[in-house]
């Protein structure tokens, strides 16, 4: 699989894109690039459609890398995504990462053999197709926690992208897939010093995923007790889930998920209100994350 060392170290996750007009978020990935960000990533959560706010976003900058985390596998048959995902790769040579993942999933139906179907279409899609190859291949990575789910990651993508785990799955990760395969990890953080303020705000980020059974299963095997994911997490939980504090408490921890195996960690910073922006957090942590001269 296509490498993805170029997509940096550090890049940023953001929810923000959903509740702004289309000028202003074309505006903030064009800041973003001219910071020296090299990756924004971005989920499909029911508002925008995934792969054309990709395409509208590679469209409005020039060099920046733009990763779906990721694309939901049922909102669009594999068709759809094979055309959309191959049009992006050739239109946009190595800027275009198609982040997979099973999202809210179906009553019944097991994800891991969901997605490995799903991938078996995409594969012959584009063994079949009518149009072009791109030259630049696709580059796609898999949502991926469970160790199956890791393991088919590397071995029919890529890699992995994780979501929401602490810098311990972050090390097991890695010694699934091994030392070749991507391994990107998203990490929420917070620039609040306040324990009791930072805590309430995380907790509120937190409350949807620590009451979905999906995630709560998830949680478990992270090694968190049903009473630590109960009444809004515990302290050690939300401690672990949210980095809080100044910017360099929370870059130093972030450095932990590269430490325990990350290729690339997409930071997410909560705390802001629909239809506004993080925007001056990113420069920041730019500052601090960036190499210099970016």
């Known amino acids: 699989m296509t490498n993805l060392a170029n997509l940096g170290t550090f890049g940023i996750y953001t929810f923000d894109f959903e509740h702004q007009p289309a000028a202003q978020v074309r505006d903030s990935a064009r800041e973003l690039e001219q910071l020296g960000w090299r990756a924004l990533w971005f989920p499909e959560v029911g508002g925008r459609e995934a792969l054309t706010q990709a395409g509208y976003l590679l469209s409005s900058t020039e060099r920046l890398h733009v990763v779906n985390g990721i694309a939901q596998i ?8 094979h ?3 191959a049009l992006l790769a050739d239109a ?23 997605m490995a179907g799903y991938l078996d279409e995409l594969d012959t899609l584009a063994k079949d197709s009518p149009t072009p190859a791109p030259r630049t291949p696709v580059r796609r990575v898999l949502a991926a926690y469970g160790p199956k789910m890791l393991a088919l990651a590397r071995d029919r993508s890529a890699g992995a992208h994780t979501y929401h785990v602490n810098t311990a799955h972050t090390a097991q990760a890695r010694d699934i897939l091994g030392p070749d395969a991507f391994l990107g990890v998203e990490h929420a953080v917070l620039f609040e010093p ?10 509120e980020h937190l409350h949807p995923y620590l009451n979905t059974p999906y995630n709560v299963a998830k949680f478990r ?3 968190y007790t049903d009473d630590e994911i109960a009444h809004g997490g515990s302290d050690r939980l939300v401690d672990d889930l949210v980095f809080w ?8 921890r972030l450095q932990g998920h590269v430490e325990a195996g990350a290729d690339h960690v997409a930071v997410q910073v909560i705390g802001t209100a629909p239809g506004g922006t993080a925007m001056l957090h990113w420069r920041r942590l730019g500052e601090t994350l960036l190499p210099r001269g970016a």
Do not use: I, M, Q
């Open 83 to 85: 055309a959309a995902s």
């Open 221 to 223: 095997r992270l090694g």
């Open 194 to 203: 306040d324990p009791d303020r930072a805590r309430a705000t995380a907790r």
């Open 92 to 114: 946009y040579p190595g800027r275009h990462v198609l982040g997979l993942g099973f999202g809210a999933g179906r009553p019944g139906v097991k994800p891991l053999a969901a």
């Open 74 to 81: 049922w909102p669009r048959e594999a068709g759809a995504t």
């Open 245 to 252: 504090g100044d910017v360099d408490t929370v870059t130093a």
